[in-house]
Nanobody
Framework: QVHLVESGGGLVQAGDSLNISCLAS????????MGWFRQAPGKEREFVGV?????????IYADSVKGRFTISRDNAKKVVTLQMSSLKLDDSAVYYC???????????WGQGTQVTVSS
């Protein structure tokens, strides 16, 4: 089973940029959909974006982050990166990496990394 560990979260100011990463172990991620969700206090977990394969062009983003967030991946290193720019207060959340390992498989989740955007 693939295991996912996020890193890179922290405290930033509105308008700043921040990259967070997901390191996978246990399985190749070459054929996995790799994506990100986030959850803010008092809110439901929401979709951020997904990369369906190692081509970052094959991505889907939530409307709330389109144009600001970019998912990239290095399958050889088993790393998926979420590049975030023009961060807003509403981007504050715990960000979770997720892997979709197959069409009939449940999502595999990381433990999350906190991103806090302040004024």
């Amino acid at each position: 089973q693939v295991h996912l560990v996020e890193s890179g979260g922290g405290l930033v100011q509105a308008g700043d940029s921040l990259n967070i990463s997901c390191l996978a172990s246990g399985s190749s991620i070459n054929n996995f959909g790799m994506g990100w969700f986030r959850q803010a206090p008092g809110k439901e977990r929401e979709f951020v974006g997904v990369s369906w394969n190692d081509n970052s062009d094959n991505t889907i983003y939530a409307d709330s982050v389109k144009g600001r967030f970019t998912i990239s991946r290095d399958n050889a290193k088993k790393v998926v990166t979420l590049q975030m720019s023009s961060l807003k207060l509403d981007d504050s959340a715990v960000y979770y990496c997720v892997a979709k390992t197959g069409p009939g498989d449940a999502y595999v989740w990381g433990q999350g990394t906190q991103v806090t955007v302040s004024s």
